[in-house]
């Protein structure tokens, strides 16, 4: 994608799967990227070795982003390595899969606090540091718009991110910083391990028109396309891309 080589990316829970897929595309787009995870692991090392083939100057930072001291400390450390940055991609997440009558109040708060507030406390700490024409990204969900059975806490801190991206994009509008959300429909990263593979097979992949999951590379092609100058008129979006679900 032209325009990108020499800009700054900041990446949330990019140590694998979307995240890790986000963080390529955009190296092999000549983009030097600030990849994120909560915590040092051998994944994450190997992720950033993969990405520094293609952009050697990428770092790896570590922080809980629903963690606002932590976020803090890890902006300052990004200033200091980058100075600023142009693209702000929100995509770390988790899930607590259980009914309702299951749910307990840490599997309802700790998704929000880590979907919802980590997504904000992002926003909040880096856009003091996006340059004017950045663009910040927002990796909500599908079963933010249409919910899903057993994920009332996951799709409330999905839709959150929605409301959020339509309220950010009018505020940052005059700073011409747009901001988008994609919402992926089932995809195959680690988080679609837990569904067990009869139910995959018999009960998910019959509804997606298109009969097969979501590779993360094509998540990431639509991150890279929305960093891009041609995507400049483009805000307060949510695209949906789930092969036809919804």
Not at 91 to 117: C, P, Q, R, S
Not at 128 to 154: L, T
Not at 179 to 195: F, Q, R, S
Request: hydrophobic share 45%.
């Amino acid at each position: 994608m032209k325009g990108l080589a020499g800009k700054t990316a900041v990446v949330t829970g990019s140590s694998r799967g979307i995240g890790r897929a986000i963080s390529l595309d955009l190296a092999r787009n000549g983009v030097v990227v600030a990849m994120m995870a909560s915590k040092p692991s051998r994944r994450a090392k190997n992720s950033l070795k993969i990405i520094q083939k293609y952009s050697p100057g990428s770092k790896l930072f570590f922080a809980r982003i629903e963690n606002r001291v932590e976020v803090e400390a890890l902006v300052r450390k990004i200033k200091i390595n980058f100075g600023r940055v142009d693209f702000l991609i929100n995509n770390a997440g988790i899930n607590h899969d259980k009914t309702l009558v299951k749910m307990t109040y840490f599997d309802w708060d700790e998704v929000i606090n880590v979907n919802l507030t980590g997504t904000f406390n992002m926003i909040k700490n880096v856009l003091p540091i996006v340059n004017k024409n950045g663009r910040i990204i927002n990796i909500s969900s599908i079963v933010g718009i249409g919910g899903a059975y057993g994920q009332v806490n996951y799709a409330a801190s999905k839709a959150g991110i929605i409301g959020l991206t339509k309220s950010l994009a009018k505020e940052l509008a005059k700073q011409k910083i747009t901001v988008n959300a994609i919402c992926p429909g089932y995809t195959k990263t680690d988080m679609l391990k837990t569904i067990p593979n009869k139910i995959l097979i018999e009960r998910l992949l019959p509804q997606i028109p298109l009969r097969r999951l979501a590779e993360p590379s094509e998540i990431a092609s639509i991150v890279t396309f929305l960093c891009s100058k041609n995507a400049s008129y483009i805000t307060g979006e949510i695209l949906p891309v789930d092969g036809g679900l919804l």
